[in-house]
């Protein structure tokens, strides 16, 4: 018999797939390594693991504790999953702009949700920070993993999820691609890449215009999961040959594109990376290799960017002169 002992054994080692269809046929090959195979939905699940092994082996985390995090999203979920299997439990505090939908994907992990007012500013003490600070103190067994500052979060990447590209590529990949969130994916495989190619590979970031990484003030965007106000200690400076900014627009354009034409629903911080894959490929030489890293599923997005109302609402899809949606603005 062939089989996994535990879900946690399926995190990691995703595929390349090739793009064919939003790519230039005469250009170099772009290949997306799809993060939503992984089992809790996301690329998020590799840091979950490593930084709850670390805990436990760092007396952090012991049996019967409680893993307290301000997040809503795919870092929950991965945590949620790693936690379940090991016996601990989960508190996550999130802003009450998060989706139903969202926090109901961590209960359903067996996750307690506690929800904060999102119209405070961060040092009131009802804020999500200050919450989830103060049951990591209160709670007894707490431990907060801070995803912006856990030196595991780019370790996952530079120990696994590197190393995974450069074996799939025969070592024949020339640029790397990613968003940047907390920048733990593109500072640990862009590390790893550098290393092991002795510089030949170029690393590119794709960030929300409006964010830090590209010159922005904070301002905000609508893609997810990506772009920052402030600059974490997880993202090192140092990586990245290049970054380029990327509007909401363009990003939720092609991630309907990739849906429609390429047979992946992923997430909207993924056709942002697309969209600065597609512009490193058109530079490009036919021979080279460009791999961007697709975090997330797109199930988690029908009621915003799949939505046409939404859209419209927006301003991203294109109404007649009574309001209804009358196709796509690309
Ligand atoms: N896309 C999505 C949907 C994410 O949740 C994240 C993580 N915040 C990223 C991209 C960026 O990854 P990282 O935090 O490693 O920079």
């Known amino acids: 018999m062939r089989y996994y002992e535990n879900v946690v ?3 990691g080692n995703t595929p390349l797939v090739k793009l064919r269809n939003v790519t230039d046929p005469a250009g170099p090959t772009v290949l997306a390594k799809v993060e939503y195979l992984n089992p809790g939905g996301s690329v998020k699940d590799r840091i979950a693991l490593r930084m709850v092994e670390a805990a436990e082996r760092d007396g952090l985390l012991k049996q019967g504790g409680t893993i307290v995090e301000p997040t809503s999203g795919n870092t929950g979920v991965g945590l949620a999953l790693v936690a379940q299997l090991k016996g601990y439990k989960c508190v996550f505090v999130c802003p009450d702009k998060v989706s139903e939908d969202k926090q109901n994907v961590l209960r359903a992990y067996g996750a307690e949700v506690v929800v904060c007012p999102t119209a405070v500013a961060p040092e009131d003490p009802r804020s999500y920070y200050n919450v989830s600070d103060r049951l990591a103190r209160e709670i007894p067994g707490a431990w907060k993993p801070n995803q912006y500052s856990n030196p595991n979060n780019p370790l996952s990447h530079y120990e696994q999820t590197g190393p995974e590209l450069w074996e799939q590529t025969d070592g024949r990949i020339t640029h790397f691609v990613a968003g940047v969130g907390t920048g733990g994916t593109i500072s640990g495989i862009g590390r790893y890449l550098k290393e092991v190619s002795q510089g030949r590979v170029k690393i590119i970031g794709a960030d929300p215009e409006g964010s830090v990484y590209s010159g922005g003030t904070g301002r905000p965007y609508l893609v997810e999961g990506v772009g920052e106000d ?6 090192d400076r140092t990586v990245c040959d290049e ?17 429609r034409e390429e047979g992946l629903l992923v997430g909207g911080s993924c056709g942002m990376a697309a969209v600065a894959a597609l512009k ?7 021979g080279d290799v460009v791999v961007v890293l697709l975090p997330d599923g797109g199930r988690g997005y029908l009621s915003k960017l799949f939505n046409d109302d939404w859209m419209a609402r927006y301003g991203f899809l294109r109404t007649d002169e009574h309001g209804a949606t009358v196709g796509d603005i690309l």
């Open 9 to 11: 054994e399926l995190i």
């Open 230 to 235: 402030f600059w974490p200690e997880t993202y």
């Open 243 to 259: 970054i380029i900014e990327v509007t909401d627009k363009e990003s939720f354009a092609m991630t309907r594109r990739l849906a």
């Open 280 to 286: 490193v490929a058109q530079r490009a030489e036919p």
